[in-house]
């Protein structure tokens, strides 16, 4: 009986420290994530909270897990040539964070993952079959752009109850731009409100586009789209729209942060938590083809007090309370 127990002990020892080398291994394992992003190198925003949620899933950068990572820098007819670069260092998952960084990235290569993070519609844009089985090599998370399209009108329509004539920036240099446009008229339609889509494809035409929401009597403005050249300009339209007076509502807090007046977007925690999420699946051996594609759950509302004052606008009650965040 002794000898038994001694068997059974020896046993299950070898088979803990079998696994135990396993995960040693598994841990030892180096992983090579490439980034093909819209923005610019410099401060990196959400690009850490991207790295401390991948650290605690057991991931070092530059550790077992090396980054390469490319910028757009608000161009995107620069992606073909960075996805080209990036899939010839043969990463084993690509991370892209708009729609024409994924269309670039899929055209160049149909085999390596890519984990998607700022995509609108990608069943619409032919990223994928369904938001239930993608079926390509794409996968992620989409930023529902529909629905905070849709959002944005109401809350300027409770912000500026007066106000009839709402003008959209647009850059034209988003496919998902259509689809957000078709979305806000649909919501201004619904409530009676006029949308007036204006066209400014570089910051040469900023002054001349202002000029025309101010012939068009348009009386806020839902700016900061999905336009690389307008993210890439941000502080620019700010100070436009500040001193044109009209109360503009935009998709990311960073432009409230940089003094826009409020913004309604999905809640960047979460954003990068499903990016690293799908990004360690991936690395674990799942298929893009299989894994669903994430619809966000949170959003936020991030209004700047100190902007309403220079505008002399005051706040509703309604809105303060719904506020995720008020910027004093």
């Known amino acids: ?9 020896l046993a299950s020892l070898l088979c803990l420290t079998s696994l135990a080398v396993a995960a040693d291994a598994q841990q030892a394992k180096v992983q090579r994530l490439g980034i093909l992003s819209a923005d610019s190198p410099g401060p990196p925003g959400g690009r850490w909270t991207f790295r401390d949620i991948m650290h605690e899933l057991g991931y070092t950068f530059g550790g077992n897990l090396l980054v390469d990572q490319r910028w757009a820098e608000g161009r995107n007819e620069r992606f073909p040539s960075l996805a080209a670069e990036l899939v010839a260092l043969k990463p084993d998952v690509i991370l892209a964070d708009t729609t024409p960084a994924v269309i670039a990235a899929m055209r160049a290569t149909a085999t390596i993952p890519i984990v998607i993070l700022h995509v609108t519609d990608p069943v619409g844009s032919g990223l994928a079959a369904s938001l ?32 009839t004539r709402i003008a959209v920036l647009l850059g034209g240099d988003n496919p998902v731009e259509a689809f957000i446009l078709e979305a806000n008229q649909n919501a201004a339609k619904a409530i009676g409100l006029t949308l007036l889509p204006i066209m400014a494809r570089s910051p040469e035409e900023y002054e001349e586009a202002f000029a025309l929401m101010a012939k068009k009597g348009a009386e ?35 432009w409230v942060d940089a003094g826009g007046l409020l913004s309604y977007g999905q809640n960047r925690l979460q954003k990068w938590r499903y990016a690293a999420t799908y990004v360690d699946k991936v690395l674990k051996g799942a298929k893009p083809a299989d894994l669903p594609i994430e619809q966000p759950t949170t959003f936020d509302l991030v209004i700047n007090l100190k902007t309403a004052k220079a505008l002399g606008l005051t706040i509703p009650q309604s809105l303060l309370l719904r506020a995720t965040e008020v910027i004093q």
């Open 220 to 254: 806020a403005l839902i700016g900061g789209g999905a336009g690389a050249s307008t993210a890439r300009n941000r502080d620019k339209l700010i100070e436009l729209a500040a001193k044109a007076k009209l109360p503009a509502m935009y998709g990311a807090r960073n």
């Open 132 to 163: 239930a089985r993608p079926g390509g090599n794409v996968t992620g998370a989409t930023d529902f752009g529909f629905e905070m399209a849709e959002k944005s009108v109401d809350l300027m329509h409770v912000l500026v109850p007066k106000a």
């Open 1 to 9: 009986m002794i000898a038994l127990l001694r068997r059974v002990a």
